[in-house]
């Protein structure tokens, strides 16, 4: 019986030495990798967000911010750590840490650092009772209180957990940080807040009425937030548009502007003022005096108001999506809409030959193709695409020094979607803030979305629903997997 040949060893001792020299050297060389990509991500990182539910991702508008920013600011977080939203207020500040390293965050938990606690109190002031749960934002000496508890905006709904029960919850609909903290960081870094003056007198939209058709209170919170104060002018008897007046802002006017204080408003605009102007249908019948004004300009304010069949909700309201893609104004818009209320036409007045320093005017926002203008409630002339708001800029002439700068104007066709009902309608609440920053030139503020609402998926199924379900994810779904690995293992087998 032949006898079986001796195996030899299955590696020889060269070869395992170079087995485990190539392990280590690629341990090595992975280790070298991990060491460089986390020592250059100090600097040069990208942050992938993959979950839309998790993520305090900053806006543009606040990156632009942060980004133009020198100064050095101090958060100290005067919070209860149990607080249900100390956690996603501190995920948020180290967005903005991470964008603005001179942004330093400290915590005092006033409810366990009791001696921490009262040197806050003793530096800003705070009361034992009522000034709890703060964001305290601090450059050099000028400080802001954010209230904590006015963080989110809250909905009491029945629990679904307890539908034999009559018990309710209080859910989290929108979380306010991102707004609130931008504009604590505007206040405290900015020398002094600039004025927005309302022209009043004349059945203009009021900025402390909250009457959800007419009043213009939350437009004014709009002006806060990006630290503007608005305050109304009368331009009555002697008074002028005041020096500290960095935006004229005359909304809806309904009855007409009398010559004097018309000569005060075009003096101011050629001075290099800014104004916001904005129309209405319901002065249709009467010329309020700033159309001519604003035809001197080379802006054509319509005596019209518009309809469009193909963009409307109600058939009085048009909905504007269709923006000028170059200008800085409503570029942030393009993939977004504004709700105006029969909003009257306003383009470019056609002029044969323009003078070489001719104001630039640039018609920014329009109706669809199909839409048609009334006049005495009568259609007149075809259908076609209206402007509906223009962009004026005119910069200080030769030799001539100006007052205030550059003339800058936005006139728009309604005034009425910027009222309390309709300011959070579509994006008009966006439209606001861009409008403003673009005329005070801010351009750091001309990005980015408001507060993020928090979305709540809820799955309705009736039993027979939720019972099929069931036996899909407990039967069906691990049924299948044997399944599939009988046949591989037939496959094999065969």
């Known amino acids: 019986m032949a006898t079986d040949p001796q195996l030899g060893p299955s590696f020889s001792p060269r070869r395992k030495w170079s087995i485990g020299f190539n392990v280590v050297l690629l341990t090595l060389l992975v280790l070298a990798v991990v060491v460089m990509v986390n020592y250059l991500s100090r600097d040069y990182f990208l942050r992938f967000h993959v979950s839309t539910r998790t993520r305090i991702e900053l806006s543009p508008r606040t990156v632009g911010l942060l980004k133009s920013l020198t100064n050095r600011v101090t958060v100290t977080l005067y919070f209860d750590k149990e607080h249900m939203l100390y956690s996603t207020v ?69 629990d679904l957990n307890e539908p034999k029960e009559r018990h309710f919850i209080r859910k989290m609909t929108a979380f306010l940080g991102e707004t609130a903290f931008t504009a604590a960081l505007l206040d405290v870094t900015s020398p002094k807040p600039l004025t927005a003056c309302f022209l009043i007198g004349h059945g203009e939209h009021a900025i402390e009425s909250g009457d959800e058709v007419t009043g213009y209170l939350k437009f004014a919170s709009v002006l806060r937030q990006n630290y503007i104060q608005a305050q109304p002018l009368s331009l009555l008897g002697t008074n002028t548009v005041p020096g500290n007046c960095n935006l004229l802002v005359v909304a809806g006017p309904r009855t007409a502007i009398p010559e004097l204080e018309l000569g005060k408003i075009e003096q101011y605009l050629k001075e290099g003022g800014r104004l916001l102007a904005l129309f209405n249908f319901r002065a249709l019948n009467q010329d309020t005096g700033l159309e001519d004004i604003l035809a001197k300009w080379g802006v054509e304010v319509g005596h019209n108001f518009i309809k469009d069949p193909d963009y409307t909700t109600s058939g009085s309201d048009v909905i504007a999506s269709d923006f000028s893609p170059k200008h800085p104004l409503v570029n942030p818009l393009l993939r977004s809409a504004l709700q105006l209320v029969l909003p009257r036409s306003v383009g470019q007045a056609r002029v044969r030959n323009p003078a070489p320093d001719a104001p630039s005017v640039e018609e920014i926002a329009f109706s669809g193709p199909r839409a048609q203008a009334f006049v005495d409630n009568r259609p007149a002339g075809r259908a076609q695409r209206f402007p509906l708001m223009v962009a004026v800029e005119k910069g200080a002439l030769k030799d001539v020094i100006t007052e205030r700068g550059t003339t800058r104007m936005v006139v728009v066709g309604d005034s009425n979607f910027l009222a309390n009902q309709l300011l959070d309608s579509a994006d008009n609440r966006a439209f606001a803030g861009y409008a403003v920053n673009w005329l005070l030139e801010r351009t750091q503020l001309l990005q980015g979305r408001g507060p993020r609402p928090v979305t709540d998926y809820t799955i309705v199924m009736t039993k027979a629903q939720l019972q099929r379900t069931e036996w899909l994810l407990l039967g069906g779904l691990p049924g299948a997997a044997l399944l599939f690995g009988g046949l591989v293992w037939l496959r094999r087998r065969g």
């Open 90 to 158: 501190t995920d948020l500040l180290s967005e903005y840490r991470l964008v603005y390293p001179r942004l330093s965050v400290e915590t005092v938990d006033y409810t366990r650092d009791l001696g921490a606690a009262q040197k806050v109190k003793a530096k800003y002031q705070l009361s034992s009772v009522t000034d709890k749960n703060l964001a305290i934002f601090d450059c050099e000496g000028r400080f802001k209180l954010v209230d904590g508890n006015a963080l989110a905006k809250y909905a009491v709904e029945p």
